[in-house]
Antibody
């Protein structure tokens, strides 16, 4: 059974870049779409973007100018970079494997990223 | 403000049924049969309960069912159990540009 694990700094300063990595174990990153989703404290879910193992991407239009998602198939990892962060970017960030169109069948446990000076 | 509209709360007694609605537009819920539902317990990651409007992943009890009429999708939980108490989120494919939108979530309480 595939497992996903997010990693990265839990605290980022305003205006800096948030960087997270999702490590996939128990299965290959190949032939799947992989996504980042976030959840501000006490609020709902927001799709950030996805990447296919080959490298093609799609981003939420509201975040597109600040988001980059990349994949490293040799390490079975994919990553998120979100630039020019503000307090509004404080959230639990989840990585997930898409099992169909706009559906995530497997999720990481999530990691809280706080934007604060 | 979430793209899809859900009631903030819902409740039902143990053993009863409850239905949670999810209202969208012609650009998402009404336009595609790609509505999904997720269950989230406090401090945990979301869990897929329903996909493609009414399909259940392996391991999800058949007490959970989904449907759609026009721009409103629904999740029905029958035979409510204490462990069903959680937040539930709907989501929908929204076309190539927006791709994936979510509802604001519904807190289900089992009385």
């Amino acid at each position: 059974q595939v497992q996903l694990q997010e990693s990265g700094p839990g605290l980022v300063k305003p205006s800096e870049t948030l960087s997270l990595t999702c490590t996939v174990s128990g299965g290959s990153i190949s032939n799947y779409y992989w996504s980042w989703i976030r959840q501000p404290p006490g609020k709902g879910l927001e799709w950030i973007g996805y990447i296919y193992y080959s490298g093609s991407t799609s981003y939420n239009p509201s975040l597109k100018s600040r988001v980059t998602i990349s994949v490293d198939t040799s390490k079975n990892q994919f990553s998120l970079k979100l630039s020019s962060v503000t307090a509004a970017d404080t959230a639990v960030y989840y990585c997930a494997r898409l099992s169909g169109v706009a559906v995530a069948g497997s999720w990481g446990q999530g990691t809280l990223v706080t934007v604060s000076s | 403000q979430s793209a899809l509209t859900q009631p903030p709360s819902a409740s039902g007694s143990s053993g009863q049924s409850v239905t949670i609605s999810c209202t969208g537009t012609s650009s998402d819920v009404a336009g595609y049969n790609y509505v999904s539902w997720y269950q989230q317990h406090p401090g945990k990651a979301p869990k897929l309960m329903i996909y493609e409007v009414s399909k259940r992943p392996s391991g999800v009890p058949d007490r959970f069912s989904g449907s759609k009429s026009g721009n409103t999708a629904s999740l029905t939980v029958s035979g409510l159990q204490a462990e069903d108490e959680a937040d539930y989120y709907c989501s929908s494919y929204a076309g190539n540009d927006n791709y994936w939108v979510f509802g604001g979530g519904t807190k289900l309480t089992v009385l």
